[in-house]
């Protein structure tokens, strides 16, 4: 099991970037993929981005592709989600994940509390 901890969520106007941070504690063995994931309030998580620590291109959701990057810094165990050009249908709470699963499709088996990203019209 491993620990994850979001920061960096705020408010943003639309068109704006931001850019949110996740730290992994725990033996980062335990982790071969990690996700970012959203959600609104009284629905289901939707993914958004998962990268492997071994490297790779990141998979991304169409409703983010091209506006957000993420990307990893091994040395820290912490991963980051830029998110440029922001609409007002990006507010939502990011979580971070974790996955023992080497696949981008696997399922994460560790979340963080999530961070409250709003973008204002």
């Known amino acids: 099991q491993v620990h994850l901890v979001e920061t960096g969520g705020g408010l943003v106007q639309a068109g704006g970037s931001l850019s949110i941070s996740c730290a992994l504690s725990g033996d980062p063995l335990n982790s071969a993929v990690m996700g970012w994931f959203r959600q609104h309030p009284g629905q289901e998580r939707e993914f958004v981005a998962a990268?492997?620590?071994?490297?790779?291109?990141?998979r991304y959701a169409d409703s983010v592709k091209g506006r957000f990057t993420m990307s990893r810094d091994n040395a820290k165990n912490t991963v980051y989600l830029r998110m440029n050009s922001l609409k007002p249908e990006d507010t939502a709470i990011y979580y971070c994940?974790?996955?023992?699963?080497?696949?981008?499709?696997?399922?994460?088996?560790?979340w963080g509390q999530g961070t409250q990203v709003t973008v204002s019209s």
């Open positions: 994940a974790s996955s023992k699963l080497g696949s981008l499709f696997g399922t994460f088996d560790s």
């Open positions: 990268i492997r620590w071994s490297g790779g291109t990141p």
